[in-house]
T-cell receptor
Framework: AQSVTQLGSHVSVSEGALVLLRCNYSSSVPPYLFWYVQYPNQGLQLLLKYTTGATLVKGINGFEAEFKKSETSFHLTKPSAHMSDAAEYFCAVRTGTGGFKTIFGAGTRLFVKA | EADIYQTPRYLVIGTGKKITLECSQTMGHDKMYWYQQDPGMELHLIHYSYGVNSTEKGDLSSESTVSRIRTEHFPLTLESARPSHTSQYLC??????????????FGNGTRLTVT
């Protein structure tokens, strides 16, 4: 069965500092992986998605994620945090089985301090 | 700008009332979904649809029902609202014709409060 674990329900960084949001997945078959962002009172927006064969995936707003199969991880990073990055971030996994359903992690709320 | 629309954005209603949450998308996507979201929790899939006249229950048991009479429309109905139904409901769609890594497109959600 698929599952997604996001380490840390809250992460706080200073403006300009590195952002690292952790995601580990479990899947019996090669997964399709996604990061979504949710701003207050809005739905989720796609940040980036894993493409087979790539280890480093670039997304919008300067975010990127590294796929490490050996560690079953898909951590999200951004070199320099901006105040506008404050939001909730969700890691998600989908496999070709199970009707193509997408399973989400519990989310990590990112706080950015001035 | 979202191509998937949910109404109402906010709804406060008394116990026992029947409610319908509307969801429409203009992208022609075959697959549509309803997720329930509570603070600090993962999104839980409560219903999904592969296309017209197709509906399935998701992983989280829900007393709500859905219908899919038209491709673009996927309303969710609660026959008798209860305080335990208080939550945020997110509608989404996807186009699997573009591959298994096609993302979900979300509406802005309906925040339901049952008093």
């Amino acid at each position: 069965a698929q599952s997604v674990t996001q380490l840390g329900s809250h992460v706080s960084v200073s403006e300009g500092a590195l952002v690292l949001l952790r995601c580990n997945y479990s899947s019996s078959v090669p997964p399709y992986l996604f990061w979504y962002v949710q701003y207050p009172n809005q739905g989720l927006q796609l940040l980036l998605k894993y493409t087979t064969g790539a280890t480093l995936v670039k997304g919008i707003n300067g975010f990127e994620a590294e796929f490490k199969k050996s560690e079953t991880s898909f951590h999200l990073t951004k070199p320099s945090a901006h105040m506008s990055d404050a939001a909730e971030y969700f890691c998600a996994v989908r496999t070709g089985t199970g009707g193509f359903k997408t399973i989400f992690g519990a989310g990590t709320r990112l706080f950015v301090k001035a | 700008e979202a191509d998937i629309y949910q109404t109402p954005r906010y709804l406060v209603i008394g116990t026992g009332k029947k409610i319908t949450l509307e969801c429409s998308q203009t992208m022609g996507h075959d697959k549509m979904y309803w997720y329930q979201q509570d603070p600090g929790m993962e999104l839980h899939l409560i219903h999904y649809s592969y296309g017209v006249n197709s509906t399935e229950k998701g992983d989280l048991s829900s007393e709500s029902t859905v219908s899919r009479i038209r491709t673009e429309h996927f309303p969710l109905t609660l026959e008798s609202a209860r305080p335990s139904h208080t939550s945020q409901y997110l509608c989404a769609s996807s186009d699997l014709g573009t591959g298994n890594n096609s993302p979900l497109h979300f509406g802005n959600g309906t925040r339901l409060t049952v008093t």
